[in-house]
């Protein structure tokens, strides 16, 4: 199922490129030139992504030691729509096999981020990511839609891509081992009433901005995940929060709950095999990287983004200051669209939730806008892969 093609796949093992083999890849992927650019003096000049690392990470791409094979967690973050540009750089990696070869990789995500990755475990992996993109692009609300409307449509998405027979197969993945972030709310937050949760997350904001452990008092991090034992970051000191195995029971409603935005979608109530209560976005706790997802093995992290800022927690979000500790980001690779590809997509910006209230008259266009950013977003990947094959990845490299 999971054949690689050797011509892509080649230069990732630390061999060198043969002439036969530059001009295959030049003929798939376009000339070095034409897929970066130069300027008069020769510098690179990478047009589409740009590539940030934390210290080590950053030390080791310096040193030509990176490896794909060296990937122990690919990340994704909450965001909404925006994870459509992330579609390209994930189905290249899915498509050819390029990570977990050697071992079992953590696909670790928080809303948008667990959608996609549950997509990898399904037997027919591209069928069912692409299933995902096609119910979540063509998904229409309304103005007088409930919570509980918008939460029984999140759940027609997810039975779209991902089938119950198929789950027992999920959870026995070889290559890739999913760990979803949910957040179990406590109080006001736990309330089907807007004006309630908007009072809740009102004081959660402000007590986040004194001191950012007070938000655990309003939302526990609680992680879903499949593997013979618990990720690392789990087991870690210091980590706030409860962990769970996934099972054929509790996988849909775990995903499902990862994605359900407060005050926009009702909460998924009482998910079995963990605590009872109402859960609700992980993004409310883990919006972007908040906790060290690097492995004992010294494994690095990849994160595709959509956006240069990392954002700890969705309350952190008008906090232009915060950011995660320096800690949580030494061992992360992180790639995402340059401002000139951002120019480049439709209205000169990636796709958010927005679009959804701004084109709740005209869904036909919000359609056609977010198919033609995935057309636009396909070859993100490939120029990654492009700079490692190339050797020039260490060239193109800035701390983060």
């Given at each position: 199922?999971?054949?690689?093609?050797?011509?892509?796949?080649?230069?990732?093992?630390?061999?060198?490129?043969?002439?036969?083999?530059?001009?295959?890849?030049?003929d798939?992927?376009?000339?070095?030139?034409?897929?970066?650019?130069?300027?008069?003096?020769g510098?690179?000049?990478?047009?589409?992504i740009?590539?940030?690392?934390?210290?080590?990470?950053?030390?080791?791409?310096?040193?030509?030691?990176?490896?794909?094979?060296?990937i122990?967690?690919?990340?994704?973050?909450?965001?909404?729509?925006?994870?459509?540009?992330?579609?390209?750089?994930?189905?290249?990696?899915?498509?050819?096999?390029?990570?977990?070869?050697?071992?079992?990789?953590?696909?670790?995500?928080?809303?948008?981020?667990?959608?996609?990755?549950?997509?990898?475990?399904?037997?027919?992996?591209?069928?069912?990511?692409?299933?995902?993109?096609?119910a979540?692009?063509?998904?229409t609300?309304?103005?007088?839609?409930?919570?509980e409307?918008?939460?029984?449509?999140?759940?027609?998405?997810?039975n779209?891509?991902?089938?119950?027979?198929?789950?027992?197969?999920?959870l026995?993945?070889?290559?890739y081992?999913?760990?979803?972030?949910?957040?179990?709310?406590?109080?006001?937050?736990?309330?089907?009433?807007?004006?309630?949760?908007?009072?809740?997350?009102?004081?959660g904001?402000?007590a986040n901005?004194?001191?950012?452990?007070?938000?655990?008092?309003?939302s526990?991090r609680?992680?879903?995940?499949?593997g013979?034992?618990?990720?690392?970051?789990?087991?870690?000191?210091?980590?706030?929060?409860?962990?769970?195995?996934?099972?054929?029971?509790?996988?849909?409603?775990?995903?499902?709950?990862?994605?359900?935005?407060?005050?926009a979608?009702?909460?998924?109530?009482?998910?079995?095999?963990?605590?009872n209560?109402?859960?609700?976005?992980?993004?409310l706790?883990?919006?972007h990287?908040?906790?060290?997802?690097?492995?004992?093995?010294r494994?690095?992290?990849?994160?595709?983004?959509?956006?240069?800022?990392?954002i700890p927690g969705?309350?952190?979000?008008?906090?232009?200051?915060?950011?995660?500790?320096?800690?949580?980001?030494?061992?992360?690779?992180?790639?995402?669209?340059?401002?000139?590809?951002i120019?480049?997509?439709?209205?000169?910006?990636?796709p958010?939730?927005?679009?959804?209230?701004?084109?709740?008259?005209?869904?036909?266009?919000?359609?056609?806008?977010?198919?033609?950013?995935?057309?636009?977003?396909?070859?993100?990947?490939?120029?990654?892969?492009?700079?490692?094959?190339?050797?020039?990845?260490k060239?193109?490299?800035?701390?983060?």
């Open positions: 199922m999971y054949r690689t093609s050797q011509a892509v796949s080649r230069p990732f093992l630390g061999w060198k490129m043969g002439a036969a083999s530059r001009d295959l890849w030049r798939l992927f376009g000339s070095r030139n034409q897929r970066t650019g130069r300027s008069a003096n510098n690179m000049e990478v047009k589409n740009r590539v940030r690392a934390g210290q080590r990470a950053y030390d080791l791409i310096r040193a030509g030691g990176f490896s794909l094979d060296g122990s967690t690919y990340f994704g973050p909450a965001g909404g729509p925006r994870w459509l540009v992330a579609s390209g750089f994930d189905l290249i990696l899915l498509r050819e096999g390029l990570i977990g070869r050697v071992h079992p990789v953590w696909l670790t995500g928080a809303s948008a981020g667990a959608w996609r990755f549950a997509a990898w475990l399904q037997p027919e992996a591209v069928k069912s990511y692409r299933a995902l993109m096609e979540y692009i063509t998904a609300y309304g103005r007088r839609d409930t919570p409307k918008i939460l029984q449509s999140l759940t027609a998405i997810i779209a891509y991902i089938e119950d027979d198929a789950l027992s197969f999920a026995a993945h070889k290559r081992r999913l760990v979803i972030l949910t957040s179990l709310v406590r109080h006001l937050a736990a309330s089907e009433r807007p004006w309630v949760q908007r009072v809740s997350f009102l004081l904001f402000l901005a004194v001191k950012p452990s007070l938000i655990h008092r309003f526990e609680i992680v879903f995940y499949y013979p034992h618990p990720p690392d970051f789990c087991l870690r000191k210091g980590f706030r929060g409860r962990f769970f195995a996934l099972n054929e029971v509790n996988f849909k409603s775990a995903v499902i709950a990862s994605g359900a935005i407060p005050i979608v009702a909460g998924v109530r009482d998910i079995f095999g963990a605590p209560g109402v859960y609700r976005d992980g993004g706790v883990d919006y990287i908040n906790q060290d997802y690097s492995t004992r093995d494994g690095l992290t990849l994160f595709f983004h959509h956006q240069e800022r990392i969705w309350m952190d979000k008008k906090l232009k200051r915060r950011r995660p500790p320096d800690a949580f980001l030494d061992s992360v690779v992180m790639v995402y669209p340059s401002q000139e590809f120019a480049g997509l439709p209205g000169g910006r990636i958010d939730r927005g679009d959804f209230a701004t084109f709740i008259d005209d869904p036909a266009t919000r359609i056609a806008n977010w198919r033609r950013a995935v057309e636009l977003a396909e070859p993100l990947g490939e120029e990654f892969l492009e700079l490692i094959a190339s050797g020039r990845l060239d193109v490299v800035e701390k983060l």
